[in-house]
């Protein structure tokens, strides 16, 4: 097998490295990590050799470098998995491809009012209407998922996917900011906290010491 390595920022703060580390975790698959703090001043340096826009993250297998999270876990699905990323069946996989594409790109107000942070626990705060929107819209997609094509398992669609991954961050922003959750919503938000790879994640976050004033409110 190839020599993968997977390049993130920190763990407490970095939601999109989380999403293809947690996908690698999930499916067992051998990789080194490398990580980069952010807003530092060697951030930028260190970063320039990965043509990221000095993003992370990146993930490097043997001479080929692929950037974005979501990229990554096509590719990771692609050539190690067989495709599996995704579910069997066209129509869930359709469903699965828009849900993991409209939380690439969407929910800004989240992103911005409740910032990750993984070291927060329970802090309710106050938050915008467009922000409690947006909470209701994701409630409602891991519904909508689960009862249309997660039944035969305790994941969005049945089996592990990139849409599991892809609202990994969003389950912790949850968790942080004391989100309510009930019947199915809190259904899925247990059965990713209880994946081993983010009680590993957590631990690790919890141990980092830089500070992102930014994202600490």
């Not at 950037?67 to 990323?85: A, M, P, Q, R, T």
């Not at 800004?108 to 467009?130: G, H, K, V």
Request: aromatic fraction near 12%; include cysteine; proline fraction near 3%.
């Amino acid at each position: 097998m190839a020599n993968l390595t997977l390049v993130i920022g920190n763990k407490n703060y970095s939601s999109w490295s989380l999403r293809p580390w947690i996908f690698l975790r999930q499916n067992k698959l051998k990789f080194e990590e490398k990580r980069i703090p952010l807003f530092t001043e060697t951030t930028e340096r260190e970063l320039a050799e990965y043509n990221s826009d000095y993003k992370v993250p990146v993930l490097i297998d043997d001479d080929l470098t692929i950037w974005d999270s979501l990229s990554i876990l096509e590719y990771v699905s692609e050539v190690y998995l067989n495709g599996k990323g995704w579910p069997y069946d066209r129509r869930a996989r359709a469903v699965a491809r828009s849900v993991s594409a409209e939380m690439h790109s969407s929910f800004m107000n989240i992103r911005n009012e409740l910032p990750m942070n993984c070291r927060r626990e329970n802090d309710t705060i106050s938050i915008s209407q467009e922000a409690e929107r947006e909470i209701d819209r994701i409630k409602s997609v891991w519904v909508k998922c689960r009862r249309e094509f997660g039944f035969t398992g305790q994941w969005l669609f049945g089996e592990y996917s990139i849409a599991d991954a892809m609202f990994a961050p969003i389950v912790l922003r949850f968790i942080s900011y004391n989100v309510s959750l009930i019947g199915v919503a809190k259904e899925y938000v247990d059965s990713v906290m209880q994946q081993p790879g983010i009680n590993e994640w957590l631990e690790a976050a919890n141990h980092e010491t830089e500070i992102i004033q930014a994202y600490e409110l």
